[in-house]
């Protein structure tokens, strides 16, 4: 969803391209302030006064991105580990070995570098999880969604941040394991 170009424009509500709240992934009646940072992305103003509605013109957190999938294996005492998608972590995607693999463009979401985004599960082109994983510490609903060629991935989000590199882990655990969004080829990826 895109903000409207001109018009009223709310921090919360349920108005179609119209509330803050909605546009950044919220309920229509979550608790946010013109301080928060996800707010201060959104309007383009890191400090200082927000003038409401005209910062938000026009304004979306759906940032499209071309993600060049890549591809990795993990071998481990108990099997192997398939990973597909992009990866840039040197210290690592999410708890495996650190490996690079796949691209993306832009490479930036909310002002944080994405060191990746990919599936993992344990047969071959099947997907168990996806992990996205963000430059910095990274708070609860920094980062919400995942659509990858139109298609949302569903299932359990969770986030763990390592200080010693400066990296947050978002997890989506699938209900089951299911064919990988992030085949060969090009995908289309939207973050909210």
């Known amino acids: 969803m895109t903000l409207n170009a001109s018009g009223p424009i709310s921090l919360g509500g349920t108005g179609t391209n119209a509330s803050i709240n909605l546009e950044l992934g919220l309920s229509a009646t979550a608790q946010i302030s013109l301080n928060d940072a996800a707010v201060r992305t959104l309007a383009g103003v890191?400090?200082?006064a927000i003038i409401v509605p005209t910062d938000f013109y026009g304004k979306s957190t759906?940032?499209?991105y071309a993600l060049t999938t890549g591809s990795a294996t993990f071998n481990f005492t108990y099997g192997i580990l398939y990973a597909y998608g992009y990866s840039n972590s040197p210290?690592?995607?999410g708890f495996y070995t650190p490996t690079t693999f796949?691209?993306?463009t832009p490479s930036t979401f909310n002002s944080a570098t994405i060191k990746a985004i990919y599936s993992a599960g344990f047969a071959s082109n099947q997907a168990s999880y996806y992990y996205i994983i963000f430059s910095g510490s990274r708070g609860t609903?920094?980062?919400n969604t995942l659509t990858i060629n139109g298609t949302l991935v569903s299932g359990s989000l969770s986030s763990s941040y390592n200080g010693t590199n400066n990296?947050?882990?978002f997890s989506i655990t699938l209900a089951s394991s299911t064919a990988t969004l992030l085949s060969s080829g090009t995908k289309t990826i939207?973050?909210?």
């Open 141 to 143: 609903g920094f980062f």
């Open 167 to 169: 990296e947050t882990t």
């Open 102 to 104: 796949g691209s993306i």
């Open 91 to 93: 210290s690592g995607t």
């Open 190 to 192: 939207l973050l909210t």
């Open 46 to 48: 890191a400090s200082g």
């Open 62 to 64: 759906n940032t499209s």
